[in-house]
């Protein structure tokens, strides 16, 4: 399973950025609706932190600090899942990674995530 992130940048605080992931192998083949899809994220010196997921009939789950700012949708037939990020600010600051994980309902724990991509980075500052 290959997993390829693209979209990261700079932004000044309020502004917005959308991250793309496309996937292959098992996540895109005949069993692609057993893999729920999500979005992480790492700042220097914390831990990864989950961010968004959604699973093949795009049941979405958020943390709190990115709810009614991001939103995480996800093109099937393409295999392909986009994290649209409005509102950005300087805490959004990371290295954002996508994964993609065996199971059905959504999850922001890492350790149910087998696939991760190399990240890409979102830095927001003025």
């Known amino acids: 399973v290959q997993v390829v992130e693209s979209g990261g940048g700079s932004v000044q605080p309020g502004g917005s950025l959308r991250l793309s992931c496309v996937t292959s192998?098992?996540?895109?083949?005949?069993?692609?609706?057993?893999?729920?899809m999500a979005w992480f994220r790492q700042a220097p010196g914390k831990e990864r932190e989950g961010v968004a997921s959604?699973?093949?009939?795009?049941?979405?789950l958020y943390t709190d600090s990115v709810k009614g700012r991001f939103t995480i949708s996800r093109d099937n037939a393409k295999n392909t899942v986009t994290l649209q990020m409005n509102s950005l600010k300087p805490e959004d600051t990371a290295m954002y990674y996508c994964?993609?994980?065996?199971?059905?309902?959504?999850?922001?724990?890492?350790?149910?995530?087998?696939?991760w991509g190399q990240g890409t980075q979102v830095t927001v500052s003025s």
């Open positions: 994964a993609a994980g065996r199971g059905w309902v959504p999850t922001l724990s890492p350790s149910f995530y087998n696939y």
């Open positions: 192998g098992a996540t895109s083949g005949a069993t692609k609706s057993r893999y729920y």
């Open positions: 959604i699973n093949y009939d795009r049941d979405t």
